[in-house]
């Protein structure tokens, strides 16, 4: 079958597209005839070498993390699902696999896709939609009339985490170029900095917590905006020791490891008297399926920035890297099996 493979750590000169063979599930897993799957940038991270300490796969590897399609094959333990079923997953961090005309996805990391949806707009929610989901109601713990910050709104997880605050309950700023302002106010956010203009930590304060998506100064800047003993949870700072331990069951090695590369940004949270929080999300069809209730009742928008067909997700994961994307890249797969 047809597949985008990770052949070296490197460029993008290091991918392309090439015939596996076809995957075979194991007892609690499915056998997916992809009809959609989304990017993110942690399929080009991947690709650069940049998450080894935390994830390395043996080369050559299919990339992809997340996918829509139908089952074509249940695993012999496989329970929930049955052939035939419209399917949409954020596939295991060990084995990745998604950006192909098949891929083997556990049944515990699977939902029914949204009635309403088609699979190209499914495919847009897996990863971002559980990382924003995960990141708010069980890291930061958003109650109603909290006052929160998000960082980066209109990027693919930047769009699910403002709706989902404000169905939470939260009062949301964010920031947004002036070509993003008008989507990240109809998504919901109710104070906009323009980044391009002035510096958010210059004109907001107080916040309840913060949800960094861009990090590097942006991520230093949340440390000023939030309350004393407030939280400040990023997915692009750099990791922190309970990272390895709780999530990712690794020992001291690399606990050690990451305490010193995160310790300039933990100092800099006790220096405000806040917490620092690194997030690691963890694939969970529950959680797919809460979001695809949400999704049908009307109450979740999927913000696609664009859909490339297969043969030019070269193309698509340019676009993606040079970051410009408001809401989420998706690739669509052609009819046939090959």
């Known amino acids: 079958m047809q597949a985008f493979v990770l052949k070296a750590y490197g460029g993008p000169e290091s991918t392309g597209l ?27 991270k991947t690709r650069r070498g940049d998450l080894r300490l935390v994830q390395r796969y043996r080369l050559p590897v299919v990339l992809g993390n997340e996918l829509a399609g139908e089952v074509v094959a249940c695993g012999g333990q496989v329970q929930r699902f049955r052939v035939g079923d419209r399917v949409f997953a954020r596939v295991a961090k060990s084995t990745m696999g998604a950006f192909a005309r098949f891929a083997v996805v556990e049944d515990d990391h699977a939902a029914v896709m949204p009635a309403s949806l088609d699979f190209a707009t499914a495919a847009a929610m897996p990863l971002a ?32 985490a403002i709706q989902i605050a404000k169905h939470l309950g939260a009062q949301v700023a964010t920031t947004a170029s002036p070509q993003g302002e008008a989507l990240v106010r109809q998504l919901g956010a109710d104070t906009v900095v323009d980044y391009t203009k002035e510096s958010p930590d210059k004109v907001l304060s107080g916040f309840d917590g913060a949800f960094d998506l861009v990090g590097g100064h942006a991520l230093e800047q949340a440390f000023a905006m939030v309350r004393p003993g407030a939280t400040v949870l ?63 009742a009307g109450a979740l928008k999927v913000i696609v920035d664009s859909v490339y067909p297969f043969e030019r997700i070269a193309e698509a994961m340019s676009r993606l890297e040079a970051g410009h994307a408001k809401g989420k890249i998706v690739v669509t797969m052609p009819d046939g099996s090959e």
């Open 18 to 44: 090439t015939q596996v063979l076809l995957p075979e599930p194991a007892p609690r897993q499915l056998l997916v005839r992809v009809r959609a799957a989304g990017l993110n940038p942690v399929d080009f």
């Open 129 to 160: 939609g559980l990382t924003a989901l995960q990141a708010l109601r069980d890291e930061l713990r958003v109650t109603n009339g909290q006052r929160i910050f998000i960082s980066g709104g209109a990027g693919g997880v930047g769009t699910f």
């Open 234 to 296: 990023s997915i692009a700072g750099m990791p922190e020791p309970q990272t390895a331990s709780k999530d990712l069951g690794r020992g001291m090695g690399l606990q050690a490891l990451f305490w010193v590369a995160s310790f300039p940004l933990r100092r800099r949270a006790r220096q405000h008297g806040v917490h620092y929080r690194y997030l690691f999300m963890h694939p969970s069809g529950k959680d797919l399926s809460e979001l695809g209730r949400l999704v049908d």
